[in-house]
């Protein structure tokens, strides 16, 4: 500060109480950097996978029933998961994710209107109220599972995990389901 201020004075004395606060600015403008590196790292947290393993097992006041697998007529191709679920939780949650044991990765889809044609997209967060039901089913709602192992046959299970909001999750066991077994998922 003395330095800009004073054009080059050499009599002006140390202020050191400016000095001070300068001093103080810079460790607050580093303390925001902090906190905004820190921001970041907990944001990329959120994506992580580790966060899906070490959440607590269970979602209170959520049923989730008739869960299949239908894979696709092709060995490899992406399959889809189709389950009912009820949700009777107090808190207000969204189901935000999903992973399927066997699959390499797996997202909820579901299909609409773009481009004047009728087709799958990624779907948005499901919000889970109290009371709140929904069905995942052919031509509607699915999960669709891409990478799945060859180990995975019909008849066999599998096991299906939703993740809510908070990081919250609950696995349960899905029948295998061969191809045409129910109306396939179409690509
Ligand atoms: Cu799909």
Request: hydrophobic content about 40%; glycine content about 10%.
């Amino acid at each position: 500060m003395r330095f800009l201020l004073a054009q080059g004075i050499e009599t002006a004395s140390p202020n050191t109480e400016t000095i001070q606060e300068s001093f103080v600015v810079a460790k607050r403008f580093l303390a925001s950097l902090a906190l905004g590196i820190s921001t970041v790292t907990l944001a990329a947290c959120g994506q992580s996978s580790e966060e899906v393993v070490e959440a607590p097992e269970g979602i209170e006041g959520l049923t989730v029933e008739n869960v299949r697998m239908v894979l696709a007529p092709v060995e490899g191709n992406p399959a889809a998961v189709y389950l009912d679920l009820k949700y009777e939780g107090d808190r207000a949650v969204s189901l935000s994710r999903v992973a399927v044991e066997g699959a390499e990765s797996a997202m909820m889809h579901e299909y609409g209107e773009y481009d004047f044609k009728v087709q799958m997209m990624e779907m948005l967060p499901v919000p889970l109220t109290k009371g709140t039901e929904v069905s995942f089913k052919p031509g509607d709602k699915h999960i669709m599972a891409m990478g799945v192992s060859p180990e995975l046959k019909p008849g066999g299970t599998t096991e299906v995990t939703l993740i809510v909001s908070g990081g919250d999750k609950q696995s349960v066991p899905a029948k295998i389901i061969a191809a045409g077994g129910e109306r396939e998922h179409s690509h």
